[in-house]
Structure formats: structure tokens, C-alpha cells
């Protein structure tokens, strides 16, 4: 790889910023900074735009964490999502998924990431005693919460805060659930990890 | 999957912007989304400002078709590089990729694309005339073209391209070359098409 810049700065510097994108490496920023210039009126100009606008708008929700252009963010100001369940999440793209899926109209509560000792990351370090304070606030009101479900991943870190979150809610008083373990829909049990498989058959249901 | 937008309009937009993209569907470019708003001092600013400089600065090199912030290009202007020797290649991506392996210090000629007959591409779409143009004017100057290499994919449109070029320039008198065929560097035999391992054979040379 010879190190000189092969197009002029500015394409460099929009090549290298993309590089930086999840999912995007250097060759693959390349072809896409050649894809945005290729369409610039259509493309390039819009993404310039939209990315400015969306820089200039965008507000973390001070009530649940989310990322919208209004705070408090359009999921906690619904009034057809039902107050009384909150769905915890670890971050904003499980709060994204879980809408996809729109399997529920509840409100979210977005943790901002997981336990993890190891990594410094306490307690203190999420939007944990925020959680707390939003279920004690409402407690006695119409808009009361009767049940948090901790929606956070399968993994070690998630369970940990998972734990967590549940002894800190204990004294609250209100419910407090978890996702299912269980085969993925279209999920193949060949493929399937033993721990998956254990939980699935102990939690059978009847037929 | 609900239909109902997740975050506000900025967001939404920026997301639809970003799975248009190549290497980016809908989930990607919102996992990207989500990046670029977490980072917005360090990623999300940056790239609108990127994105509007290079929209701004961004040009069609009217002498080899290159993009760059300066028309002629940089390639096409600089000094060190061989007048005699233009390789021709079919897209600004197959250009970077030869830079990056800088193996010669030659001038380009972007054709934009191959003859395809039935996607109704003919050579007038193509920036064909302009190569010969381009050989002819300086045929009896200190930068005469010696050495024409085609360098087009090894794809059917490619070599009818490569095919209908050298039967244009037959008459100038340059040296019309091509890429050699044969095993990639790091390739593996049994992996390799017949047509690969005939021409690698047929191709080979001394030890």
C-alpha cells in the first residue's frame, strides 16, 4: 500500500469518516465515497444535509435515554403506549429492534450499556438510579408502574445487570419480568447452543 | 415490521440516506445511524462537513474522467508520472485500486463503464472517442503515447470492450497492451476456475 492520498483532501477526509461506520472497512468506505460522489445531487448533497440537521437536532430523551429530535423522545410522550410497562433496555438500537418487532406498546428505559467490572463500568456509570426514581415517582398515580421487564442481552454482563436491576426494584413493589429463553423462530436445533436447547425443554409449553 | 418511524424525521432520513449506500441494507445503515449520533462532536459534525466540501469541491477530470477536487486531476497533472504510458480502466474504483497497488506510475483513462449491447450501452456512452482524441494530439509531441494498456475486467463485456478499444487504435500506432491472466498472488489452485488454470498453463514462464 503506498501511503499518498489518491484523491484530493476532501474526498480523503469523507473516505476516512466512513471507514469509521460499523460495518464499513477502508475498501468498503472507498466505494461508497465513490457511490456518494457518483450520485452528488441525488446522494452526497442530501447526506450533507441530513447529517447536519440530524446533528443539530438530535437530543438524548432525559426521561428513558432514548435518541430522538424531541425531549422528552416521542416513544415516553405516546399517549397510546400504556405507562404502566417499561421495557429496559441495554442501548438504543435493542429499543429500535424491539419496535420493529412491535410486539408491545410500552414505554423503554435505555441502561446506556451493561455491568462490567472488568471494564470499570458500575453501577453509577448507567441509568440505573434514573429507573428507580421514574417507578417511585409515578408510584402512586394513574400512570403507575405495575411491571418492568428487563429486556437486556443473553450474555454473562447482561444477566449480571439484569440481577442487578431486579434487587434494586425489589422494594418498589412492582413486577419485574425477563425475556424467554427458548429456539428462535425458523431457529434449526442442530445449530443451536446446548444452553438454548436445555432451556428450551425445560420451559416447554403444552401443546 | 411496523411502518411507524422509530426516531424523529432527521433521523429517519439520515438512516434512509445511509442503506442507499453499497455494503449498507436498512439494518446496517441504522446501526450506523445510531454510531454517527453517539459520536456526533467526533463522527456525525465531521461528516456532514466532509460530505458538503466534497459535494462542493468534487470534479470530472475533462482529460482522463478521474473524480478529484481539481480538474485536470492530480494524476493527470503530475510531473513524475510516464505521459507515454495510459492504462485504460473502466471505473474511477478499478483507477484507486491500481494506486493502491503502485505498481507503475503510469496516466489513466476512465472509459465509465463496457459495451453492453443489450443494457443499450454503445461506444458513444462511453468515453472512447476521447482516448483516441487523447493519442492522436499528442502523437508527434514530447509526451507521445507509447503504450496503451487496457486494463477492463476480465468479464465478457470487459474483453469486447478491451476488443472494440484496440481495434480503435490500431490506427494511432501505440502499443496496445492488456493485464496478463494467471493465478491470483496467495491464490490456491483447487479454488480456481478451468479458465484461470488453462491461461495460468498456457501463460507460463521460465523458472
Known sequence: MSAKPIAGPEIERLIQLLARLPGLGPRSARRAALHLIKKKEQLLVPLATAAAEAADKVRVCSTCGNVDTADPC?????PRRDPGTIIVV?????LWALE????????YHVLGGTLSPLDGVGPEDLNIAALVDRVVS???SENAVKEVIIAVNAT????TTAHYLADQLADTGVKVSRLAHGVPVG????YLDEGTLAAALQRRSDF
Chains 1, 2 share one sequence.
Open 156 to 159: 454473562v454482563e447482561g444477566q
Open 100 to 107: 420493529r418487532a412491535g410486539a408491545m406498546s410500552a414505554r
Open 90 to 94: 441495554e442501548d438504543v438500537s435493542d
Open 74 to 78: 416521542s416513544v415516553c410522550t405516546d
Open 187 to 190: 431457529g434449526e436445533l442442530d
Open 138 to 140: 409515578v408510584a402512586n
